[in-house]
């Protein structure tokens, strides 16, 4: 507004906006990222001056030029395989129990037409947020109790973490399908298990296809150190060499889990390629 | 219906033979492929569900579960949960700030669109290979998983939160950068290009064409990095990097139920907290 | 099976409670094994119509009578088992992308199939023949192993048709059967659809945009306006005047073929986030 009396030397419109805005969002988002920082920094006691002074530099350096030097003993390598392929595993049957559970947890999770009453909706929903919002590793961690140590407990991990994340973007996806060829069925008197298999599973198999690939591609990824709480396969192998610093083996098990992963994500990717045809 | 009828009908009658479906066999070899393929992976990841439920594995998991209600709310193990639930979140912010750090200099270094040589044609030779450099940093960075790197770093400066912070610093650096890049990289390059050929310099071309273009997604992306990082630091304080996970951890081996009740159901309510403010921020961002 | 509809109301659930009813005082006595064209221009309420027969939209006024029962007032076993006995062509064909045209045209068994018996269908159709034959009829026959994605929309529409005729209802109700066809495969769709329903005795209300094709197969015709009945007469007592004043304002409609409905877009997968 412009006032009726100029009393400043130019008219209000043309000074310049003020810079600090009460409603200017973007200043107060980035003014409490910056106290949030602030307070992170000063209450941690970081000791960075420790990691840049020379002794510790000196044990870094030493510390990564031992890693440029893997073993090729075969005994090892033996061992290696095995744990690789252990790694693989977990991830698969992992990935294969979330998909089959969180399925199984999206059908209720979803209200699927409008006279639908999806009253297990909020319950499943809840249980489905439960189960995301544990990290694999503290999974594993609370399974090592009833599964024991080894790759069962991880791969149970991996199944029960992961069948959350699918479950909910699952029931995402069927609330979200087309409609028509559920209702010309439900027209029909057929019941809900048969619509969603011959009318809604064929339209969102696709979409769920493709998010469970790409949760094993992530899956292959924490399957690799979920054995550094018990839960088996690489993991397990490396926090046991790097607690004895044994740095070739170390290494060696590095070089293999990156390559593992390249290959998953290879898999992954040809099978996607392979389902859009 | 009468015969009579089907040939009405042109091009039918004829072809009518019972055919038998082409995609059987298809179907019975990929389900047992599937089987052949399964079976070495039970195996190996010794799948056995009774194993559950035996007694000896049972009874501890029963009592352990029983502990868990009520779960402990005594006001000093209350104050330490607090202050451990705040040292996560503060790993987390601190090792997104200096990802932050690592990875915009790595993404403007390794983004084409900044380049004055590619103007006029090809790259050349030291710019491309400097770009190439940074790129590979980043992938390598985001290559090791921030458990690794806590490990590594747990061994270096010992036990406590800087390992954690640097942890996620540099993973969420590499991913950052090589995220930010492809960000910066997939907009219209006109505005910047521009600037460029009228003179001015790789820095003012940034900050005047590519960043104002793509900052609500680089902010929103860089929001949801910090809610993953909430959870990665929870995770690393299992290997010693401090924090709930650290304090989960010991509850665990002592088969402390009720402790564990309690940081699970703050934990849960923390990424719950991180997840709505992340979503509302992306929200108003977009 | 015999219908009567005696002044039926009726809103969809999405409307707003206070607007005009889709269709007004409609009342109607269809009987067993008749044939009728339900003609109108578009938004006059022929789909609310045939949703109102089939039980899919429950009247807000009136009574319905399907077969001598009330079908809103038996118990919801019987009234599903009822749904089973009709059979509700949509007008956009409505058969999933990658379904295969064989599964798609089996889907019409599915009410009187146990659910064993669905799910055995899935991995190996039950009845190949059948389906093979239904398709003959519509010419389509050489698609039946094909999928569903890979058809036109011509094709797709008959496939629809297809299942309904693979379907043993008693009740056909089907929606603009003929919007992707052209005028011959259209001749030829109406003859099989009507041919089909006179054999096995089953009653047939369609829905046509293409008067001259429902004026020449259909004996009864059924003119809709505004939601309300304008005449209901034998196809021979229906006058150029009386398509006229049906059609006012939108003489386009009358000559000009229907606009084939685009499916609806599909919502955007939502974009997914991992944290690796
Ligand atoms: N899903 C719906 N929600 C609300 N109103 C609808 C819906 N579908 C149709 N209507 C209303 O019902 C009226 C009749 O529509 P409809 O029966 O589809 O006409 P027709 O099939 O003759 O083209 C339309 O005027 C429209 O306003
Ligand atoms: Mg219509």
Same mark, same amino acid.
């Given at each position: 507004?412009?006032?009726?009396?100029?009393?400043?030397?130019?008219?209000?419109?043309?000074?310049?906006?003020?810079?600090?805005?009460?409603?200017?969002?973007?200043?107060?988002?980035?003014?409490?990222?910056?106290?949030?920082?602030?307070?992170?920094?000063?209450?941690?006691?970081?000791?960075?001056?420790?990691?840049?002074?020379?002794?510790?530099?000196?044990?870094?350096?030493?510390?990564?030029? @031992?890693?440029?030097?893997?073993?090729?003993?075969?005994?090892?390598?033996?061992?290696?395989?095995?744990?690789?392929?252990?790694?693989?595993?977990?991830?698969?049957?992992?990935?294969?129990?979330?998909?089959?559970?969180?399925?199984?947890?999206?059908?209720?999770?979803?209200?699927?037409?409008?006279?639908?009453?999806?009253?297990?909706?909020?319950?499943?929903?809840?249980?489905?947020? =439960?189960?995301?919002?544990?990290?694999?590793?503290?999974?594993?961690?609370?399974?090592?109790?009833?599964?024991?140590?080894?790759?069962? =407990?991880?791969?149970?991990?991996?199944?029960?973490?992961?069948?959350?994340?699918?479950?909910?973007?699952?029931?995402?996806?069927?609330?979200?399908?087309?409609?028509?060829?559920?209702?010309?069925?439900?027209?029909?008197?057929?019941?809900?298990?048969?619509?969603?298999?011959?009318?809604?599973?064929?339209?969102?198999?696709?979409?769920?296809?493709?998010?469970?690939?790409?949760?094993?591609?992530?899956?292959?990824?924490?399957?690799?150190?979920?054995?550094?709480?018990?839960?088996?396969?690489?993991?397990?192998? %490396?926090?046991?060499?790097?607690?004895?610093?044994?740095?070739? @083996?170390?290494?060696?098990?590095?070089?293999?889990?990156?390559?593992?992963?390249?290959?998953?994500?290879?898999?992954?990717?040809?099978?996607?390629?392979?389902?859009?045809? | 219906?009468?015969?009579?009828?089907?040939?009405?009908?042109?091009?039918?009658?004829?072809?009518?033979?019972?055919?038998?479906?082409?995609?059987?066999?298809?179907?019975?070899?990929?389900?047992?492929?599937?089987?052949?393929?399964?079976?070495?992976?039970?195996?190996?990841?010794?799948?056995?569900?009774?194993?559950?439920?035996?007694?000896?594995?049972?009874?501890?998991?029963?009592?352990?579960?029983?502990?868990?209600?009520?779960?402990?709310?005594?006001?000093?193990?209350?104050?330490?949960?607090?202050?451990?639930?705040?040292?996560?979140?503060?790993?987390?912010?601190?090792?997104?700030?200096?990802?932050?750090?690592?990875?915009? /200099?790595?993404?403007?270094?390794?983004?084409?669109?900044?380049?004055?040589?590619?103007?006029?044609?090809?790259?050349?030779?030291?710019?491309?290979?400097?770009?190439?450099?940074?790129?590979?940093?980043?992938?390598?960075?985001?290559?090791?998983?921030?458990?690794?790197?806590?490990?590594?770093?747990?061994?270096?400066?010992?036990?406590?939160?800087?390992?954690?912070?640097?942890?996620? =610093?540099?993973?969420?650096?590499?991913?950052?950068?090589?995220?930010?890049?492809?960000?910066?990289?997939?907009?219209?390059?006109?505005?910047?290009?521009?600037?460029?050929?009228?003179?001015?310099?790789?820095?003012? =071309?940034?900050?005047?064409?590519?960043?104002?273009?793509?900052?609500?997604?680089?902010?929103?992306?860089?929001?949801?990095?910090? @809610?993953?990082?909430?959870?990665?630091?929870?995770?690393?304080?299992?290997?010693?990097?401090?924090?709930?996970?650290?304090?989960?951890?010991?509850?665990?081996?002592?088969?402390?139920?009720?402790?564990?009740?309690?940081?699970?159901?703050?934990?849960?309510? %923390?990424?719950?907290?991180?997840?709505?403010? $992340?979503?509302?921020?992306?929200?108003?961002?977009? | 099976?015999?219908?009567?509809?005696?002044?039926?109301?009726?809103?969809?659930?999405?409307?707003?409670?206070?607007?005009?009813?889709?269709?007004?005082?409609?009342?109607?006595?269809?009987? @067993?094994?008749?044939?009728?064209?339900?003609?109108?221009?578009?938004?006059?309420?022929?789909?609310?119509?045939?949703?109102?027969?089939?039980?899919?939209?429950?009247?807000?006024?009136?009574?319905?009578?399907?077969?001598?029962?009330?079908?809103?007032?038996?118990?919801?076993?019987?009234?599903?088992?009822?749904?089973?006995?009709?059979?509700?062509?949509?007008?956009?064909?409505?058969?999933?992308?990658?379904?295969?045209?064989?599964?798609?045209?089996?889907?019409?068994?599915?009410?009187?199939?146990?659910?064993?018996?669905?799910?055995?269908?899935?991995?190996?159709?039950?009845?190949?023949?059948?389906?093979?034959?239904?398709?003959?009829?519509?010419?389509?026959?050489?698609?039946?192993?094909?999928?569903?994605?890979? %058809?036109?929309?011509?094709?797709?529409?008959?496939?629809?048709?297809?299942?309904?005729?693979?379907?043993?209802?008693?009740?056909?109700?089907?929606?603009?059967?003929?919007?992707?066809?052209?005028?011959?495969?259209?001749?030829?769709?109406?003859?099989?659809?009507?041919?089909?329903?006179?054999?096995?005795?089953?009653?047939?209300?369609?829905?046509?945009?293409?008067?001259?094709?429902?004026?020449?197969?259909? /004996?009864?015709?059924?003119?809709?306006?505004?939601?309300?009945?304008?005449?209901?007469?034998?196809?021979?007592?229906?006058?150029?005047?009386?398509?006229?004043?049906?059609?006012?304002?939108?003489?386009?409609?009358?000559?000009?073929?229907?606009?084939? $409905?685009?499916?609806?877009?599909?919502?955007?997968?939502?974009?997914?986030?991992?944290?690796?």
């Amino acid at each position: 507004m412009t006032p009726k009396t100029p009393s400043a030397a130019n008219e209000t419109y043309r000074l310049p906006k003020r810079l600090f805005d009460a409603r200017c969002r973007a200043c107060w988002f980035v003014f409490g990222l910056l106290c949030l920082t602030v307070a992170s920094f000063a209450t941690l006691d970081l000791q960075l001056a420790k990691i840049f002074s020379a002794d510790s530099a000196a044990r870094m350096g030493k510390f990564l030029l @031992e890693l440029t030097s893997p073993t090729a003993d075969p005994t090892f390598l033996k061992k290696l395989w095995v744990a690789t392929f252990e790694t693989f595993a977990m991830s698969l049957v992992g990935t294969a129990i979330a998909a089959t559970l969180g399925l199984l947890l999206a059908l209720p999770a979803s209200k699927t037409h409008d006279a639908d009453p999806a009253r297990g909706r909020g319950v499943t929903r809840l249980l489905l947020n =439960a189960l995301r919002s544990i990290p694999e590793l503290m999974w594993a961690a609370l399974l090592l109790i009833s599964a024991g140590l080894g790759p069962f =407990a991880g791969t149970l991990a991996l199944g029960l973490h992961t069948a959350g994340v699918l479950g909910r973007l699952f029931a995402e996806a069927i609330e979200n399908a087309p409609q028509n060829a559920a209702f010309a069925l439900r027209a029909r008197g057929v019941s809900e298990g048969r619509v969603f298999l011959y009318a809604t599973l064929p339209q969102v198999l696709p979409q769920l296809m493709s998010y469970t690939l790409y949760r094993w591609e992530n899956n292959i990824r924490a399957a690799a150190v979920l054995g550094v709480v018990g839960g088996g396969g690489l993991g397990q192998m %490396l926090s046991f060499h790097m607690g004895l610093f044994q740095m070739p @083996e170390t290494s060696s098990i590095l070089i293999a889990m990156m390559l593992l992963v390249a290959l998953v994500d290879v898999a992954s990717y040809g099978a996607r390629r392979v389902m859009q045809r | 219906m009468t015969p009579n009828s089907m040939t009405n009908s042109p091009g039918s009658g004829t072809t009518l033979a019972t055919q038998r479906d082409p995609a059987w066999m298809g179907r019975v070899f990929w389900f047992l492929a599937a089987i052949a393929i399964a079976w070495p992976m039970l195996v190996a990841t010794e799948f056995k569900p009774w194993v559950l439920f035996e007694p000896s594995s049972l009874k501890p998991t029963l009592k352990f579960l029983g502990d868990f209600v009520p779960p402990k709310v005594e006001p000093g193990f209350l104050a330490m949960v607090a202050k451990e639930t705040w040292r996560t979140v503060a790993i987390a912010t601190a090792g997104i700030a200096i990802a932050f750090l690592i990875a915009v /200099p790595l993404a403007i270094i390794s983004i084409r669109v900044l380049s004055v040589s590619a103007l006029t044609g090809r790259m050349n030779l030291l710019p491309a290979s400097v770009r190439y450099a940074a790129r590979t940093i980043a992938i390598l960075l985001r290559s090791v998983p921030e458990l690794i790197w806590a490990l590594v770093f747990v061994r270096v400066v010992g036990l406590g939160p800087t390992a954690g912070v640097l942890a996620i =610093a540099l993973t969420y650096g590499g991913m950052l950068g090589k995220v930010y890049a492809e960000i910066l990289e997939s907009g219209e390059p006109h505005a910047t290009t521009s600037l460029l050929r009228n003179g001015s310099g790789r820095l003012q =071309a940034f900050f005047y064409g590519l960043l104002p273009q793509n900052s609500a997604e680089l902010t929103s992306y860089t929001v949801y990095r910090w @809610e993953c990082a909430i959870r990665s630091s929870a995770v690393l304080g299992f290997v010693g990097a401090g924090g709930l996970g650290q304090q989960m951890d010991t509850s665990m081996k002592m088969f402390a139920g009720a402790e564990v009740a309690t940081m699970l159901l703050v934990f849960i309510a %923390l990424v719950w907290i991180a997840d709505s403010a $992340s979503a509302w921020l992306r929200k108003a961002l977009a | 099976m015999k219908i009567a509809l005696s002044g039926i109301d009726s809103r969809h659930p999405a409307a707003r409670p206070d607007s005009v009813p889709a269709i007004r005082n409609v009342s109607v006595a269809i009987k @067993e094994g008749e044939q009728i064209a339900v003609i109108g221009a578009s938004g006059s309420g022929k789909t609310t119509l045939l949703h109102v027969i089939a039980c899919a939209l429950k009247p807000s006024a009136g009574h319905l009578n399907l077969g001598e029962r009330d079908p809103w007032s038996l118990p919801t076993r019987e009234l599903q088992a009822l749904r089973g006995r009709l059979f509700l062509a949509p007008q956009t064909p409505p058969l999933p992308p990658r379904q295969r045209v064989v599964t798609a045209v089996l889907a019409g068994r599915l009410p009187q199939q146990s659910f064993i018996a669905s799910v055995k269908s899935l991995f190996y159709p039950s009845d190949i023949p059948g389906a093979e034959m239904a398709l003959a009829r519509f010419d389509i026959a050489e698609k039946l192993f094909d999928r569903v994605d890979r %058809l036109s929309g011509g094709e797709r529409q008959r496939v629809g048709l297809a299942r309904a005729l693979a379907s043993n209802a008693s009740l056909f109700l089907v929606d603009e059967p003929l919007s992707a066809l052209d005028p011959t495969r259209s001749k030829q769709a109406i003859a099989s659809l009507t041919e089909a329903a006179k054999e096995r005795g089953a009653t047939l209300v369609c829905t046509l945009h293409q008067v001259e094709t429902a004026l020449a197969s259909f /004996p009864r015709i059924i003119g809709m306006k505004d939601g309300a009945l304008a005449f209901d007469l034998p196809a021979t007592q229906v006058t150029r005047e009386m398509l006229h004043a049906l059609y006012a304002n939108k003489l386009d409609e009358l000559n000009a073929p229907m606009p084939m $409905s685009d499916e609806l877009a599909r919502p955007a997968a939502p974009a997914v986030m991992h944290c690796r």
